[in-house]
């Protein structure tokens, strides 16, 4: 007997509902989420549990191999923490959303087929899109309004992917599948990976994410970076490992963000940015397709969940204590917010990979699967990545936000929640960094033949680290926030788009306008040539209009004509 | 304070230079920059610094905007 994680978080979604806010509620969750965690870390080995048969096709809602487990267990453990983060909330349908959003993305994971799989993550779209309309910010309702367009298109092709693959006499289930991928590309796989890219938001397909989840509340962004992409990771793992598209358009993301961040000001946004650069290492390992990038790619998603969730907690304690999200409006808390400061310090030492913390022994995986894989280019342009991720998360925004020029901000007090969660995700961030096998034995291929620490690769860390930190400090009177925002690829369609609509609809407005003027003279001339109008009349349609009598008569007569040639 | 960090990195990146020559495993060698001591430093420091002079020049010749840049509609909620 096992029990779905995702049901179980369903369940405390409803139970959240029917509780008024409380110390009952928040035992509720914290207790529901927790329970969730167990049911993931009691998940079985290899095999198929929970089938159903539905319009012919076998259907697997629980297959749970190795994959399958290691995101289940990393999705509920974030479930945890985001949920002790967010105790303080009082909105019902807040915490109801963000639960269904995490069970939808367990479902995701748990799926042993492309049909059920799909189910799952239209549940997840929808949900997030709630989570998102949670926020309170003045850009949330247009920015979901736009995330809701772009998944839903998503989605589609995911859908249109999946249609024509079923109705071509393709097995959904993902064991069939891996055969079909192997065999090379087709309609089908490249429709559904654009959906699944979308997801995953490489670009330029990524907009959607740094417009909308800094728009999104505190606590609701900390769930937002943990869900929609690493399932999309999840499943490119799956259902398509071994792609040189994926590869460099993996290395390519690890870059763009990098180079947003330099130039982003709001805190949130910049973290966001390097969402998209983080999980270019994983789609690269992806594209690499080797049993030891698919690994580092698992690894490494696992570890981003804890550290971005740690970021993002952090940057929402700056948000929730002084009201501000722009680094040109912030400086010098850290003496105010020293835990808030440390906490978001052990966040930012493991995205950049310092060795002892998680984000070392993880991403270190996927740069030297590359450079055993003979992607001598991919080592360097991943390495440089990294250099961007020390310099934004470990070096500007904290230099801008805790240390550097002190505004004399006063930050009010934070909910004890919030820290404590902060806690729970920077230890288990130096847990894994230190205790790595724990991680490494949990991967889908074992036995992981790899050791994180040794000389060679601690030292060039550190050096690279020194290095980056050098060139910060030299040039940091240049990386200041500036007040202004950066055009993505959402601007094609904020600005061109919503002009040609509106055009359209203009034009489709004139042809109308044209028409009657057109027509009303066009009347008033056969009117004038048949002689129904009185001369010098101004054209009206009614001038022209013959008596009721008449008129019935006329169409009698009509009528009577075309019963008799037909009864002839 | 500054001249304290600038001494400590200087004498831990001295250190790890002396440890990367005399650890040094010529085995786990792929490329040649791998042999090289200190290359981590340089590529940190010449990386730190073309990223953001790179993303600088393009954000203001292309990509940076005014913040109202995508106008009042955007502000309701």
């Not at chain 1, 409380?22 to 998940?43: M, P």
């Not at chain 1, 989605?155 to 097995?171: E, I």
């Not at chain 1, 994926?246 to 963000?257: F, R, T």
């Not at chain 1, 959402?490 to 203009?506: G, H």
């Amino acid at each position: 007997m096992i029990a779905h994680p995702g049901f179980v978080l369903f369940a405390t979604a409803l139970a959240t509902v029917l509780i008024p806010a409380g110390v009952a509620r928040q035992a509720v969750l914290a207790l529901g989420a927790a329970s969730a965690l167990a049911s993931a870390a009691a998940l079985p080995g290899d095999g198929v549990a929970w089938t159903a048969q539905v319009a012919g096709y076998q259907l697997e809602l629980v297959h749970a191999d190795a994959l399958a487990r290691v995101f289940a267990l990393i999705f509920t453990l974030i479930a945890v923490i985001g949920v002790v983060f967010a105790l303080h909330v009082r909105r019902a349908s807040e915490h109801a959303s963000v639960l269904v959003y995490a069970g939808a993305a367990v479902g995701v994971t748990l799926a042993g087929d492309w049909i059920t799989a799909f189910v799952w993550w239209e549940l997840m779209a929808a949900a997030s899109l709630a989570v998102i309309w949670h926020g309170n910010t003045p850009r949330t309702g247009a920015a979901g309004f736009r995330y809701l367009l772009v998944h839903a298109a998503g989605g589609s092709l995911l859908l249109a992917g999946l249609v024509l693959y079923v109705a071509g006499g393709g097995d959904p289930s993902f064991d069939a599948w891996r055969t079909v991928w192997s065999a090379g590309w087709s309609l089908p796989a490249a429709l559904m990976l654009a959906g699944v890219a979308i997801n995953a938001a490489i670009p330029p397909l990524h907009a959607w994410l740094t417009d909308a989840y800094p728009e999104a509340s505190v606590t609701g962004t900390v769930f937002l970076s943990a869900f929609t992409t690493k399932t999309a990771v999840y499943l490119l793992i799956r259902a398509f490992p071994g792609s040189d598209l994926l590869l460099w358009a993996g290395v390519a993301m690890a870059l763009y963000g990098v180079v947003y961040a330099v130039l982003e000001n709001d805190i949130r946004r910049l973290l966001a940015y390097h969402i998209i650069s983080q999980v270019g290492y994983m789609v690269a390992g992806v594209g690499m397709g080797t049993a030891m990038a698919l690994n580092g790619a698992a690894a490494h998603a696992f570890c981003h969940i804890l550290y971005k969730a740690l970021l993002l907690m952090g940057a929402g304690t700056v948000l929730a204590a002084t009201g501000r999200r722009n680094l040109t409006e912030l400086g010098g808390l850290a003496s105010r917010m020293p835990a808030a400061t440390a906490l978001y310090m052990i966040g930012a030492f493991s995205i950049s990979g310092v060795p002892l913390f998680n984000g070392f022994v993880s991403k270190s995986m996927i740069v030297s699967a590359g450079a055993e894989g003979g992607w001598p280019a991919v080592e360097l342009l991943l390495t440089l990545a990294s250099v961007g991720t020390f310099l934004h998360t470990g070096l500007k925004l904290p230099y801008f936000t805790f240390f550097g020029p002190d505004r004399g901000i006063v930050p009010a007090q934070l909910p004890r929640n919030m820290i404590a969660a902060m806690t729970m995700a920077a230890v288990l961030c130096i847990a894994l960094g230190v205790f790595p096998g724990w991680l490494y034995a949990r991967l889908p291929f074992l036995p992981v033949e790899y050791h994180p620490y040794t000389v060679d690769h601690v030292v060039a860390t550190v050096q690279l680290l020194i290095g980056t930190g050098a060139a910060f400090w030299v040039l940091r009177r240049k990386l200041g926030g500036e007040a202004t925002v950066s055009l993505d690829t959402d601007w094609f369609y904020r600005r061109p788009l919503p002009i040609a609509i509106d055009a359209l609809v203009a034009g489709a407005g004139s042809v109308g306008e044209a028409a009657r003027t057109y027509g009303r003279s066009a009347v008033a001339s056969f009117g004038r040539a048949v002689r129904l109008a009185p001369p010098g009349t101004v054209p009206h349609f009614d001038a022209y209009r013959r008596s009721i009598g008449r008129t019935v008569t006329w169409v009698l007569a009509f009528l009577a004509a075309l019963a008799l040639i037909g009864w002839l | 304070m500054t001249r304290g960090w600038w001494l400590a990195a200087a004498a831990v990146l001295a250190g790890s230079v002396v440890l990367e020559i005399a650890f040094h495993d010529a085995g786990h060698s792929l490329y040649w920059w791998h042999d090289v001591p200190g290359f981590d430093f340089v590529y940190g420091l010449a990386g730190c610094a073309a990223i953001v002079v790179i993303s600088k020049a393009i954000g203001s010749a292309w990509l940076q905007r005014p913040e109202t840049y995508f106008g009042e509609d955007e502000e309701r909620p």
